[in-house]
């Protein structure tokens, strides 16, 4: 199992490297938590060629708040703890709890991602259906 930060995740991913780092800086005190991403299944589909399924689970911190960024693939999010916001193409957001979804599509802009909670951790389960070795995430600027 690998875990990311999703800055680092987005670092790795914008650069094209494997095992990128931002060794020696401090982060201002005003930066949110990153969420920690893990991967855990990566399958090609025989019968949809060049396509994968991926599954990450994430965990958002207390306060932690993604950056804008897309993904280019079918999302689908299953919360199971806490509470998250998110919002799509800048229009209305919602707030989740355990057990509700939410659907990204290979277009979307995810403008909205964070935790709900200031104190108190969230996490969710990914499932991406997206071309193969094609980045997880891009950001969006």
């Known amino acids: 199992m ?3 930060t999703t800055f680092g995740l ?3 991913l914008a650069c094209g490297t494997a095992g990128a780092q931002t060794a020696g800086k401090v ?3 005003s930066t949110p938590p990153m969420a920690k991403v893990s991967e855990l299944m990566t399958k090609a589909l025989k019968d949809y060629p060049g396509k994968e399924a991926m599954m990450i689970t994430v965990v958002y911190p207390p306060g932690s ?8 693939a079918h999302a689908f999010v299953y919360v199971l ?9 800048g ?3 919602v707030t989740l709890g355990p057990g509700q979804t939410f659907y990204e599509g290979p277009d979307d802009v995810h403008t909205v991602g964070r935790n ?5 951790p969230a996490k969710f389960l990914v499932f ?14």
Request: charged fraction near 25%; charge should be positive.
């Open 2 to 4: 690998r875990k990311f």
């Open 10 to 12: 987005l670092l790795l």
């Open 27 to 29: 982060a201002p005190a």
């Open 65 to 72: 708040v993604d950056p804008v960024h897309r993904h280019h």
């Open 81 to 89: 703890e806490g509470s998250i916001v998110m919002g799509l193409n």
């Open 91 to 93: 229009g209305k957001t």
């Open 116 to 120: 709900a909670s200031k104190t108190k």
């Open 128 to 141: 991406l259906l997206k071309d193969r070795d094609a980045p997880v995430l891009i950001p969006v600027h």
